[in-house]
């Protein structure tokens, strides 16, 4: 298949770049970034040189539709939504990493992302990519908004036990943080090194994007739509995100019990590692994968389930899943071109 991106020059871009350098089954044919365009994306990436050295275009979608069937979208939100339509209209299957058609209600974006949505057409006909909890609406799509970094790891860790009612949909709290790559490439004052080095500071507490994406999910899953604590934190390390999760039991159980209801909800999900008993998952076990990393604790004190998820937020949280929709979508193997080994130290 002939897949192209917009948005290239972006960190996401780049590690789509990378990840379809190994996939068996995709041509990287088209490459197109709006500031960087007429430049080798090996002068932008210079780890880049004599690997890939095609250039970046400026945007036509005559000619891009000439060249590929599927096309990612690396933009930063209030972009791809005025894009998509006119590659939909020629039959270019579209997967965008953005968020803007992740959100079915459309007042909803406004609010929480500051652009004008999309149509109420297409954001209805997109198709939530989380493969492990929405595969079967994923296949057959032509539309695919590839979740948030923070909902992955959040939504993960929380699925099995909303679906089957062993925690309350109520009172979930979110203990959020990331590392600086998530902010993207272009510089700003709260991420350069003086800011971030050694120090680790919250943002945008109560008012993160990803919030109403969670709830409209954990809806999904439990439904019962509640607001939950959603707090963000910036750690001073390139990539990873940790997410703890906080929920009152429904049910008398034990971790050892919970243990292996995680596992057999997972059993059949490559990506997900369910951690053994009393070990927890760290960033750096997953650096560089498409692995998301669990583990559980039964709070029996306090009758509360405390979820640690781990995930690279660069692959797992945006172009290693979106490869992976991409394999959802034309019935490959979930885990082609993805099979990397963690990077470790």
Same mark, same amino acid.
């Given at each position: ?53 095609? &250039? ?29 339509? %006119? ?65 992955? %790891? ?28 998530? %902010?993207? &490439? ?86 997900? &590692? ?72």
């Amino acid at each position: 298949m002939n897949v192209g991106i917009i948005g290239a020059n972006g960190y996401s871009g780049v590690e789509l770049i990378r990840l379809l350098q190994q996939h068996p089954y995709a041509q990287l044919n088209y490459l197109a970034s709006h500031s960087s365009s007429g430049k080798l994306i090996s002068e932008q990436y210079p780890h880049l040189q004599g690997v890939v050295e095609d &250039r970046i275009e400026e945007l036509d979608i005559n000619e891009a539709a000439s060249k590929i069937e599927l096309m990612f979208f690396a933009t930063p939100s209030g972009i791809s939504k005025d894009l998509i339509p %006119a590659f939909l209209d020629k039959g270019i299957t579209c997967i965008d990493l953005s968020g803007d058609f992740r959100l079915k209600d459309g007042a909803l974006y406004e609010k929480w992302y500051k652009h004008t949505q999309a149509s109420n057409e297409n954001l209805q006909k997109a198709a939530y990519g989380l493969p492990e909890i929405f595969r079967d609406e994923i296949v057959g799509s032509t539309l695919i908004a590839n979740p948030g970094c923070y909902p992955t %790891a959040t939504l993960l860790g929380l699925a099995p036990a909303l679906e089957n009612g062993w925690i309350s949909p109520e009172n979930i709290v979110v203990d959020g943080k990331s590392g600086v790559s998530g %902010a993207g &490439r272009k510089a700003s004052l709260g991420t350069h090194f003086g800011e971030i080095n050694e120090n680790m500071k919250a943002y945008k507490l109560g008012s993160h994007q990803h919030i109403p994406e969670i709830e409209q999910s954990i809806s999904a899953l439990s439904g019962t739509l509640h607001p939950i604590t959603f707090s963000t934190h910036l750690v001073p390390m390139t990539r990873g995100i940790m997410c703890t999760m906080y929920a009152d039991l429904e049910v008398k159980t034990t971790t050892e019990k919970l243990l292996k209801q995680y596992e057999e909800y997972y059993q059949n999900n490559f990506f997900v &590692r369910i951690r053994p008993l009393d070990t927890w998952p760290a960033t750096k076990e997953v650096l560089g994968s498409n692995y998301c990393d669990i583990g559980i604790k039964v709070e029996e004190r306090t009758k509360k389930l405390i979820i640690v998820s781990v995930i690279d937020n660069v692959v797992k949280g945006a172009a290693g899943q979106a490869v992976q929709n991409l394999n959802v979508l034309n019935g490959w193997p979930e885990e082609t071109g993805l099979t990397v080994t963690p990077v470790y130290p």
